[in-house]
């Protein structure tokens, strides 16, 4: 398998330099995560852009969905900010023969408490996994392009209706 990973920016990458939450959008922390990892598989890393989900334009989600379709890799994880995932994601829905897996982070991966290790962990393991289609992987699960969406107050991903992939698959 060769996994193609590209990085949108997002809380998973954010830096903060203040007690003012003052932030900017870091280096990809994927490829430290992976090699943290040991992971034994051939991946590339590319940046796309480098935004908070919420400043993602029209414009970036054709971008990303032009990599996406121009990638000769049929396995591609994109880390993407929590806020808006769920709408970059349906804008891919329709991408044939590809498997793509969303994931990001509600703490930073610098932050000791983020979660981005495990689901990115978990994005890896999914990709390899399901048949083509767009999926979430997220609070330890994986979902199926809109079929999920992000509780704010409880700081989770969760089905909206019908069944998570992972219930789709078994």
Request: hydrophobic share 40%; proline share 4%.
């Amino acid at each position: 398998m060769h996994l193609q990973i590209f990085t949108t920016g997002g809380t998973v990458d954010k830096v903060y330099y203040d007690a003012l939450s003052d932030y900017r959008i870091g280096d990809p922390a994927a490829p430290d995560i992976l090699e943290e990892g040991r992971v034994d598989f051939a991946y590339a890393v590319e940046s796309l852009v480098r935004k908070d989900s919420l400043e993602l334009t029209d414009e970036d989600r054709a971008l990303i969905r032009a990599r996406v379709e121009a990638s000769p890799h049929r396995h591609i994880l994109i880390t993407h900010g929590t806020d808006t995932m769920t709408l970059t994601a349906e804008v891919l829905r329709d991408i044939p023969g590809k498997t793509i897996v969303f994931t990001g982070a509600m703490q930073p991966a610098r932050f000791r408490d983020s979660d981005a290790a495990f689901n990115l962990g978990l994005a890896v393991a999914a990709v390899q996994c399901l048949e083509p289609g767009v999926y979430i992987a997220m609070s330890g699960r994986v979902f199926a392009a809109g079929r999920v969406r992000k509780n704010r107050a409880e700081g989770r991903f969760e089905a909206t209706g019908g069944e998570s992939a992972e219930q789709e698959n078994a």
